[in-house]
């Protein structure tokens, strides 16, 4: 069964359409990689699943349940995380303190989830004094990512997590989007950078003019010539 | 990169360092003025310590400006007149409990410490209720901010005419015709005893709210919330429970502050409109949204507008903080603490 269910969902901003017509789907153990041109709408898809849009059209649900246009603050409870493209860490806050308002709505102690992000990313560990906004990009992923761990969420949502970042630690934060998924977590991702993530993803969909225009695994996509030629630039 | 020599030389001036330095040899020229004048050490110094005293009471009311501006995006010109309604109701509450000795050597009795431990969370909870009934509507529209300005001013006079209507325009005393006098501290320097003790009350609170900010999950919250809003909703941050925490805070430290400064001049109506223009150029000269750097630009203009009352009519104090400000302002908005763009 699907986790999450995107139906046939229009929205925009304003008055300005950007989705026509999307669905997708994400089940339980998947990496599912969302890819396409500039202003296809990738990221609109994240923000209206995490309930910062609301559907115009169309609905989304989680778990079975009904989640569209439902509150960021709500999703999280369910067991949804999101790291934004751009502004995704606290930047005067320390790691250790991102970590903890990750956690935000957990009660006991977070000992053990902050360890276990640690463990994941041991850069994070020797530097959790440390004000992310001072950290280099690819550290700041890693927080971002970090403090979407803290609540252990059912489904990780990544919108370009390889932006702006040099080709090593690109396949870096690939290979920990994949321990990510082995631990249990399904991921849904949003990339610019199609070829890598098509690899590593178990589904993708090229998205393009706000629709879905083919889906399939990640490996068919990537040998399909027509969607290389069309999307993928070659 | 290559500067013209113009814009290395604004460069310069526009660093913290060079802004430590230019606060430096303020305080420099105002002690060698001094002597030019013929004037005392002692009574500069003697002025430095109530420079001291005023920024420690000035630092809880900047302190509520910037926490709510740094969470709500919101410049809160009613923050004068919370201090002002604060003063007051401890007025009420001192009249109203049966009188007992001062506690030496302090003028006050008890009933003003029963009265602040009132006051202060009461004022939290009113300024949580005025946010609800004035600025909460505005944000649910997403108004303007100058809305939001105009709302608060209205606040602010609203609660000054009401201390009109109910005490006059008149000054007053927790303490009518009671001596106050002054004691030798050190080298000639006289100050009330009162004095030390709301300096050392205002630094106990402004550690409280270190203390709260970076150690309680509330306050990391806060940070939080200030830094990113937008991320914070994304993790899951309860933003009703940060803003109610922010007006508890910024209240209850408006009236601890209004309190103190009745304490040690005088309560009067205007006293925290009066306020608020040095409360603001503390709030700019140590980055706005920084409750620290809001604390440090209290002392600072605490200070500098004491030592000034040597040289000119103690009158120009608002003239020195409003003159502080602009600097800061055409040097280095985005005060001492802040980065640059």
Redesign the interface.
């Known amino acids: 069964m699907a986790l999450l269910r995107v139906e046939d969902v229009q929205t925009g901003y304003g008055e300005m359409q950007v989705l026509r017509g999307v669905s997708l789907t994400v089940a339980q153990d998947e990496i599912v990689s969302i890819v396409g041109p500039n202003g296809a709408g990738k990221s609109t898809v994240m923000k209206l699943v995490?309930g910062?849009l609301k559907p115009w059209e169309g609905r989304v649900t989680f778990d079975g349940r009904d989640i569209s246009g439902m509150?960021?603050?709500k999703l999280?409870?369910l067991g949804l995380s999101?790291v934004?493209q751009v502004?995704?860490?606290?930047?005067?806050?320390t790691v250790e303190?991102n970590l903890?308002?990750?956690g935000?709505?957990r009660t006991g102690s977070l000992q053990e989830h902050k360890e276990r992000v640690y463990e994941l990313f041991p850069r994070l560990a020797e530097r959790r004094r440390q004000r992310a906004g001072k950290m280099s990009g690819g550290e700041r992923q890693m927080v971002a990512m970090g403090?979407a761990l803290m609540?252990d969420p059912k489904l990780l949502m990544l919108d370009e997590p390889s932006a702006g970042l040099a080709p090593l630690l690109v396949d870096m934060i690939f290979e920990k989007v994949v321990d990510i998924n082995k631990a249990g977590v399904a991921v849904l991702m949003v990339e610019q950078n199609a070829k890598k993530s098509l690899q590593l993803a178990d589904r993708g969909y090229v998205l393009a003019t706000g629709q879905n225009q083919v889906d399939g695994k990640g490996s068919e996509l990537l040998s399909d010539p027509e969607v290389a030629r069309l999307y993928l630039g070659g | 990169m290559r500067l013209r020599p113009g814009e290395r030389f604004q460069r310069v001036i526009g660093s913290p360092i060079a802004m430590y330095v230019v606060l430096g040899l303020v305080l420099v020229a105002l002690v060698i003025a001094a002597q030019v004048k013929g004037l005392s050490g002692n009574l500069l110094f003697s002025l430095f310590v109530r420079g001291v005293l005023l920024g420690g009471t000035l630092a809880l009311g900047a302190v509520g400006v910037t926490l709510v501006f740094a969470v709500l995006k919101m410049a809160n010109f009613a923050h004068g007149d919370l201090m002002t309604l604060g003063a007051y109701l401890g007025l009420i509450v001192v009249a109203l409990l049966p009188k007992g000795a001062p506690l030496a050597p302090f003028s006050f009795g008890y009933e003003f410490l029963v009265a602040f431990l009132l006051v202060v969370p009461l004022v939290g909870l009113v300024a949580f209720g005025l946010d609800r009934v004035a600025f909460r509507p505005l944000r649910a529209r997403r108004a303007q901010p100058i809305m939001f300005a105009m709302a608060a001013l209205g606040l602010a006079f609203g609660i000054r005419s009401l201390v009109y209507i109910f005490w006059g325009a008149d000054f007053t005393f927790y303490y009518s015709g009671r001596a106050r006098p002054a004691v030798e501290l050190f080298a000639g320097v006289r100050v009330r005893p009162d004095q030390l003790f709301i300096l050392g009350l205002a630094v106990v609170l402004i550690v409280g709210v270190y203390l709260l900010l970076e150690r309680t999950k509330i306050g990391k919250a806060m940070r939080a919330t200030a830094d990113n809003p937008d991320l914070a909703r994304v993790s899951g941050i309860d933003t009703g429970r940060v803003i109610l925490w922010t007006w508890l805070i910024g209240g209850g430290l408006a009236a601890a502050g209004g309190m103190l400064y009745g304490l040690d001049v005088q309560l009067r109506p205007e006293m925290g409109w009066w306020l608020l223009l040095p409360l603001f150029a503390s709030v700019i000269l140590g980055t706005i949204g920084n409750a620290y750097g809001a604390m440090a630009g209290a002392f600072v203009i605490g200070i500098v507008w004491q030592m000034s009352s040597a040289f000119i009519n103690p009158a120009y104090g608002h003239g020195i903080a409003f003159l502080v400000m602009v600097l800061v302002l055409l040097v280095r908005p985005e005060g001492l603490f802040g980065k640059r763009r």
Request: glycine share 4%; hydrophobic share 40%.
């Open positions: 995490f910062l509150a960021p603050e999280v409870r999101y934004p502004d995704n860490v606290f930047p005067t806050l303190e903890e308002m990750g935000f709505t403090r609540l």
